[in-house]
Every structure is written in C-alpha cells, then in structure tokens.
C-alpha cells in the first residue's frame, strides 16, 4: 500500500459566470507528495492549472499562495492537469489511499470534473471513489475535537514546525504527510499528541484544551 497526500489551490470563479452554478472556484495549482509503507517520501508531484472561467487570478490568492497570472498563463488546462496528477498516482503497480486536509479538495474535483465535463477511466474512477480520505476529519475525531482545526494547528500541537510556504500546494501536502506520519506511528503518536487526546477525552472536560487555546482564532484551511 502507498500512500498520496494531496493539496489543491484554487481561484475563484468570475461571478456572473454560468459556471457557479456548479461550482465557484477552480483549481490553479495540485501538490502532493507520495509515501512509502512507512510513510516516508518517495515521489512528489508539482503542477499549475490554468483557469478557464477566470483569466486573472484574484489578488487576495495571489497574495496567499503566489501564484501569479504568468505563472499559470501557459499551464495546462484541468482536463489535462487532472490527469496527468491521476496518471502519477497510477503509475506505482501498488494500492493506493489519498489523503486530503478537509473534504474540500474532494468536494472541488467531483465539481470540476462535472463542469468540465471530465470523462473518468475506470482506474480514475476507482482511485476517487474508493481511496480517497479526509484526513482533518479522522484527525479531529480522534483527538477529539468538536469544529475543524487547521493544518497549522494540528502541526503545532504535534511540535512539528511548518516547512515552506503555506498555501503553497506541495509544502502544505508535505506538511500534512508529516502530521499523516506521526498519527499512524504508536510510538511517534504517543510522543506528541497522546497528551492532548487524554484532554480532550469527556472525563477530563475541566481541563478541555478549549480552555487552553481559542480555537476560533484558527481558520479550517
């Protein structure tokens, strides 16, 4: 089994577009990087989308992921992008298990792929279907969080600290198959976040980490 840690970024959709109807952003960038049975790097992946619903990028995106008008100028389009990211993770003769921060990248490519019109293989379909994972979700249920924490946050309660940019699509998904590392481990887990998983369990509610750290101050990216 290999494992495929992803992270999307996107651009918002041109408001008065038929498009949002579907859907209101698009991809503009896909990270993700590929772990071993043990979870340790083995092959990355790296690729701007250019958005076909919106020629410039929103400012406000460009500010909190870099991504530029010319960086995604002559960039392929999603219907190749996507599949050249599914070919990838396809290419290892191997199963495979995905996993995202959130929903939310999901929820985005089942979107795009109906406004775009994005014929599945069977392979494609399979891979989707079948081995994709929230990870923020299976973080914060068992830990025992309420609402949805942050990729920064779950990182800092683990002492890891954050390489790279944030919102930029490989280094947040590198980031995340560090977390993704320590949480599979017993040993690494009972290291870091064993502590805050006996807080936040129902018998110890005066000692909640709510009463430690404001959650809201921490956004669900």
Known sequence: MKHIVVDLEMNNIRRKSEARKICTNEIIEIGASMLDENLWEIGKFQLYVKPEYND????????????????????????????????????????????????????QVMKEIQLKEYRLSEEEHNLLDQGWTDFQNEFDIHLGFERQISLKLALDMAGIDFNGRQHDALDDARNTAKLLRIFK?????????????????????????????????????
Do not use: H
Not at 78 to 87: D, E, K, V
Not at 202 to 216: F, H, K, M, V
């Open 56 to 107: 410039v990028i929103v400012p406000k995106i460009s500010r909190l992921t870099g991504i530029t008008n010319e960086m995604v100028a002559n960039a392929p389009t999603f219907s190749i992008a996507f599949r050249q990211f599914t070919n990838w993770c396809l290419s290892i003769k191997d199963d495979v298990m995905i996993y995202a921060w959130s929903n939310t990248d999901y929820s």
């Open 185 to 221: 481990d017993e040993e690494l887990f009972d290291q870091t976040l064993r502590k805050i998983e006996e807080v936040m369990k129902p018998s110890s509610l005066e000692n909640t980490l709510g009463n430690l750290i404001d959650l809201s101050m921490f956004t669900t990216t």
